[in-house]
């Protein structure tokens, strides 16, 4: 670590690694404020499980959509100008959201806002793997889902704010308004910080501006480390296969089938009913009024910090795959414990609490950060844009199944909706231990070698930590 600040400069990069990820708090912020505003949309649109299922959902639309292009427009213009046309779109939603006097407007805005965070959401981890020395590139890659998770409190917190500054009519008429308005605040940082920052290295050596990615890798590491950096990247592009085919070859596939599933699981073993129904889950099992469930609320969302805070500082010494093995087999755990709050019905609110708040520190200290830093890091340079697409299209198209069944299936059954979401979390748990290796402390080229050198598709993680 020294040596790196010797010869190059930390703070270069700190500086460039939390730039992209106000991408990722606008991606937090973006789905998490309609949290707090659910319960009076529901009132103003007077809507029913169905059409509320699809506001909270209609979001996600934009993000299957988003996430489709994200990889081919990056891969082929560069991270930077994608996260740019990201965040005017996200400024764009965050206007268009407030103004809306029928659900179909508004749905159009949220639809606005889900392409911003489908573009962003691969991009900005991408990158940040793509600038970041191999010893920290773990840090780094999770300050985004640090970041995500810093936007999803802003906004729990300016939901609660705003709900407190009005009546119930107000609160109905206007409060939701004020909660989709507050988000041009970060989507401005986000537009005018990304003028300041670098393309990635490795896109620029992939289309040929030799000179520039070196000059960016000096800045990083030094001379030494950009000469270095720069072999490994050259070397693994002239055997690269820029054609999608060869994520289908033996090897790159187990590391798509391993994206793939990974986004998948995080979707449906119910982070998605914590995180967008917290307001609605507490007020079913007995919270007094709207205000107190939108304060527990941002408990969940301060414990969903927190604990990215500890993720960020122990996934570079402990590991990807031992906190992506405990993490669902905890979450499944306390899903067991929130359907058994709902069966027996002298359980007290304050014990589902808990359980969701447990639920939310097990998810954000390995899920969470986890997927996504997995994601970023697994695949080739000259298809990991798109490889990430086809990650994220699978994680936002599982997330929009989810958001959309969700209010009719816990409808349904209490205890069956919990007991489904624990069920998943344990075949979670089964898959990572069967096909996840260690990638702690790899460069992405080293990482890129073990798929290749894997001929058949049997498990990595006994032979590789």
């Not at 990201?86 to 006097?101: D, E, G, H, N, W």
């Not at 969940?300 to 927190?306: E, K, S």
């Not at 990991?384 to 990650?391: E, L, V």
Request: aromatic share 10%; proline share 4%.
């Amino acid at each position: 670590m020294r040596e790196t600040q010797r010869e190059g400069s930390l703070l270069y990069v700190f500086g460039v690694a939390i730039i992209a990820a106000v991408g990722g708090l606008l991606f937090g912020y973006d789905t998490a404020v309609i949290s707090g505003a659910v319960p009076f949309l529901e009132d103003y649109f007077s809507l029913t499980p169905g059409q509320l299922g699809f506001a909270v959902s209609s979001v996600v639309l934009g993000c299957i959509l988003g996430a489709s292009i994200a990889g081919s427009l990056a891969d082929k213009f560069g991270r930077k100008k994608i996260m740019i046309a990201a965040a005017t779109l996200f400024l764009a939603s965050a206007i268009l959201t407030s103004l809306p006097k029928s659900l179909i407007l508004f749905n159009l805005a949220r639809f606005i806002g889900g392409i911003a965070i489908g573009l962003s959401s691969p991009i900005s981890p991408t990158y940040i793997a793509e600038i970041s020395p191999a010893k920290i590139r773990g840090a780094l890659v999770t300050l985004n889902q640090l970041a995500i998770t810093f936007g999803i409190v802003a906004a729990y917190l300016a939901d609660w704010w705003i709900a407190g500054q009005g009546g119930p009519q107000w609160q109905i008429d206007y409060a939701w308004r004020w909660m989709f308005a507050s988000e041009c605040a970060p989507a401005l940082v986000l537009l005018v910080g990304l003028c300041f920052i670098p393309e990635s290295p490795r896109w620029l050596l992939k289309t040929g501006y030799v000179q520039r990615a070196s000059d960016i890798l000096t800045k990083i590491g030094g001379p030494s480390h950009a000469q270095q950096e720069m072999k490994e990247i050259e070397g693994a592009l002239s055997i690269e296969d820029a054609s999608l085919k060869q994520l289908f070859k033996p090897g790159f596939r187990r590391a798509l089938i391993i994206g793939v599933m990974i986004m998948i699981f995080s979707q449906i073993t119910g982070m998605n009913a914590i995180y967008m129904y917290t307001p609605k889950l507490l007020l079913a099992v007995g919270f007094a009024s709207k205000q107190s469930a939108l304060l527990a609320m941002v408990i969940v969302g301060v414990v969903n910090f927190a604990t990215t805070i500890i993720a960020v500082c122990i996934l570079d010494k402990v590991g990807r795959r031992i906190l992506m093995l405990l993490a669902p087999l905890g979450m499944g755990l306390c899903m067991l414990a929130i359907a058994v709050g709902y069966g027996l019905e002298w359980i007290s609110p304050a014990v589902i609490l808990a359980a969701i708040l447990l639920f939310v520190f097990c998810f954000a200290l390995g899920v969470g950060p986890g997927a996504w830093l997995v994601t970023s890091e697994i695949y080739p340079t000259k298809v990991r844009g798109r490889a990430m697409s086809i990650c994220t299209f699978s994680l936002w198209s599982s997330s929009f199944i989810a958001n959309l069944v969700f209010p009719k299936l816990i409808t349904f059954s209490q205890v069956t909706t919990f007991t489904i979401f624990a069920v998943a979390c344990f075949a979670m748990c089964v898959f990572i231990y069967g096909f996840l290796p260690e990638t702690k402390g790899k460069t992405l080229e080293e990482i890129e070698a073990l798929w290749a050198s894997s001929a058949s598709d049997t498990p990595l993680h006994k032979s590789d930590g």
